[in-house]
């Protein structure tokens, strides 16, 4: 299982799903994933293989993390199997909780 967290909020918990690993890259699926932090950011990114990412802030506590996190909305095929699955920064993160991941 993991459990990532910002400010003591859970932000994803793969209790009932399995994040795919990407590049070293969990990538939660959407039913794992608490949007009521989460807001969209203007910031994008591109990759050559994966496509264009979008990203999501986080509000917590009055407080904004900036882009903490971000998805392909409209991967390239060959990432098609992270369609709006989210990924997480470690370093902008309180703690993966319970897992097998470092930093």
Not at 14 to 43: C, M, R
Not at 89 to 98: N, V
């Amino acid at each position: 299982m993991v459990k990532v967290t910002c400010k003591d909020e859970t932000l994803a918990d793969s209790e009932n799903s399995s994040p795919v690993v990407v590049e070293g890259n969990y990538y939660f699926p959407p039913e794992s994933v608490n949007k009521s932090f989460l807001i969209p950011s203007d910031t994008t990114t591109e990759c050559p293989w994966k496509g264009t990412a979008s990203y999501y802030s986080a509000q917590i506590h009055g407080e904004t993390v900036k882009d903490i996190a971000w998805y392909y909305a409209n991967p390239k095929p060959k990432a098609s199997h992270i369609k709006d699955h989210v990924a997480f920064y470690k370093a902008r993160l309180s703690s993966w909780g319970s897992s097998p991941l470092t930093s």
